[in-house]
């Protein structure tokens, strides 16, 4: 019988991965072998954590992204390893690696690729999974430098079943950022080095929560604040860059990256508008972190001090900030820091002018889209009023931000604002309502005179059971002192000649901004994204995509919308006992044709149409009016 010692039987794993990639990869014009201390030791090695989900098994993107990889392939001074697992789909179901070798032709299934390891059936979104993944990668294919790559969706600091990664077939589960931390913390103590890049192919991870757990086990780091389109960044591109130039600096590469994954979309300018990618310093944190702990503190001492006042102030200023991940009927809580602080009225302007300097150090690359137009390179979590005003969703996500371990003072903050606004259960007043002439006046007074969100018309038709179908959610034509005012017109949006609700997810200015569309788009639920301005009263639009909702209180990529595919608007019900859901209505759905998705202002339908003044405050406590206006249309 042989004896082999730990280090002898991990050079014969690697000899045999060798014979193995060396049979088995009979279509590649450059075959690779697993590196062993008799070769030159690459210059870099590449760890991508590829979490399929419905990413993969609904639209094939992690394959994708596996034959950009071909076109590159691992060398001497490049290893490209990736981990494979969590899709609903053959060849996904267990947890695989691989080493990409250079291919001639693309793969229509991951099952045309040779494995190194088959580990089975393991979660994806448990850390375990993670850190054995970055241990054995580093032990086996060592390098001057390691990268690793988180890919598939993103749900910013807080997310739904966890913020990276939604195993698909483990209901869900994904990554925390706690659980991230874990495993960092784990590979990197035990081999004494930091990765040197650190990117997130997800949506909406270029948050300054992630930025500080990463920064003590990285030295930079490649994230988006909004959500990502489906294809994601440009493996063939960036991998390329560091296999024509091994000694390719960080910083030049994180600019490749960044450049290749938006010139991706340089031919569908609708989702380039979309898009922002940043690059971050990780070692520039602790500074905007200090600014960030100034702001944080004098909040919360004024907050203490004036609570009614301040929340009001905060709940302002989070509303009028970009914000990123916004669906029509949920929100990921993160919203961009500058744009933030520059919403704080004068009181704060040293702190916020710090941030933006502490910031601008950190940031030191990045794009955007014109629909994203604020997008500084990091978000922070705030969270929405929907959220606080649901005590199971807060207590969920205070929880879930304060097991992140992210500046204290900011979590003390998020969680004093978020109590206080939740106390706050007095409604909007709503009086002096008076329709004379389609025009409908009314009063509308929040608590302290300052506490409104928004003041809207509902357009409904009745529903069943009681209950009411909104086919239409207007602004009021303005809400000054007070009191409100709406015209009614007879007016609607609609997509393709079909009625459809909207929601406002950004607002530019008075005429321009981001809506949602809520819609089945071939019977998956999505929120259609939709740029618009309005010039000399004439309505300007671009159809960005669609957002699938993908797991519970996870954020999905923005997809395209295609030629044939079936789009079904949905509309806002409130039943009887005051509770919302999205239904369709029948004959309104369509197929998408060649021409594509036209958006019009139309004349509502012959038919009886209810008029009801809708009023929410900073803290999402609604007021609707009791008795509708009822209006008949011939």
Not at 66 to 88: D, H, P, R, Y
Not at 396 to 412: E, H, M, R, V
Request: with cysteine; hydrophobic share 35%; charged share 20%.
């Amino acid at each position: 019988m042989l004896g082999f010692t730990a280090n002898s039987y991990g050079k014969l794993g690697l000899i045999i991965s060798s014979l193995l990639l060396t049979a088995c990869n009979t279509n590649d014009d450059d075959p690779v072998t697993a590196p062993s201390k008799a070769l030159t030791t690459p210059k870099h090695t590449v760890l991508v954590y590829m979490v399929g989900s419905d990413l993969e098994s609904k639209h094939g993107a992690a394959t994708a992204d596996i034959n950009e990889m071909l076109k590159v392939g691992s060398n001497q001074n490049l290893n490209i390893i990736i981990t494979t697992g969590g899709a609903n789909k053959d060849g996904w179901r267990t947890v695989k690696r691989f080493l990409i070798p250079k291919g001639t032709k693309a793969i229509s299934s991951i099952n045309e690729l040779t494995q190194l390891v088959d580990l089975g059936d393991k979660n994806m979104g448990e850390v375990s999974t993670l850190r054995d993944f970055l241990d054995w990668g580093i032990k086996n294919y060592t390098a001057d430098k390691y990268s690793v790559i988180f890919w598939d969706h993103g749900g910013g600091a807080v997310g739904g079943n966890g913020t990276v990664g939604n195993d698909e077939n483990k209901s869900g589960d994904a990554l925390s950022l706690a659980e991230i931390k874990s495993a960092l913390d784990n590979v990197t103590k035990l081999y004494k080095t930091k990765f040197e890049l650190i990117g997130f192919d997800t949506c909406l991870m270029a948050t300054l929560e992630t930025a500080t757990i990463t920064s003590a086990y990285g030295n930079y780091m490649v994230a988006s604040e909004e959500l990502e389109p489906g294809t994601g960044w440009d493996y063939s591109a960036w991998l390329g860059a560091i296999k024509n130039k091994p000694t390719i600096s960080t910083i030049e590469l994180t600019k490749v990256i960044i450049d290749s994954y938006y010139n991706s979309f340089s031919t569908n300018p609708d989702e380039q508008k979309t898009v922002t990618l940043s690059a971050i310093q990780l070692n520039k944190i602790a500074n905007l972190n200090q600014a960030v702990d100034k702001l944080a503190l004098k909040l919360a001492n004024n907050l203490n001090a004036a609570p009614d006042s301040v929340r009001i102030e905060l709940a302002k200023s989070r509303e009028r900030s970009e914000s990123y991940g916004k669906e029509s009927d949920s929100d990921s809580g993160m919203i961009d820091l500058a744009d933030f602080t520059s919403k704080l009225s004068s009181t704060y302007s040293t702190e916020a002018n710090n941030i933006k300097m502490a910031l601008a150090n950190a940031v030191f690359y990045k794009k955007q889209g014109t629909a994203r137009p604020q997008a500084a390179g990091l978000s922070i979590y705030l969270p929405d009023s929907k959220t606080i005003r649901s005590k199971e969703a807060r207590e969920d996500a205070l929880q879930t931000y304060k097991n992140i371990g992210f500046l204290s003072s900011w979590t003390q903050l998020v969680e004093n604002y978020s109590n206080k606004a939740a106390a706050d259960t007095i409604p909007p007043a709503i009086t002096n309502l008076t329709f004379d002439d389609n025009t409908l006046n009314a009063t509308v007074t929040g608590n302290n005179g300052k506490d409104i969100e928004e003041v809207s018309v509902l357009i409904t038709v009745d529903g069943d059971n009681d209950s009411q179908i909104v086919i239409a959610k207007e602004e009021v034509d303005s809400y000054v002192n007070n009191q409100a005012e709406y015209v009614f017109n007879g007016k609607v949006a609609l997509l393709n000649g079909k009625s459809v609700y909207v929601e406002e997810i950004e607002s530019y200015d008075d005429d321009s901004g981001l809506v949602g569309i809520p819609a089945q788009l071939n019977g998956q639920q999505v929120t259609i994204y939709v740029q618009y301005e309005i010039q000399n009263d004439t309505l300007l639009y671009d159809v960005l995509g669609a957002v699938p909702q993908s797991f519970d209180g996870s954020v999905s990529r923005l997809m395209p919308i295609n030629t044939n595919d079936i789009i079904s608007p949905l509309f806002q019900m409130i039943n009887a006992d005051g509770s919302i859901e999205f239904v369709e209505m029948d004959g309104n759905n369509f197929k998408v044709t060649n021409t594509g998705i036209t958006i019009s202002i139309g004349d509502l339908t012959a038919g009886s149409y209810n008029l009801y003044l809708q009023a929410t405050d900073l803290s999402d406590n609604t007021t609707i009016t009791d008795t509708p206006i009822t209006i008949n249309i011939d």
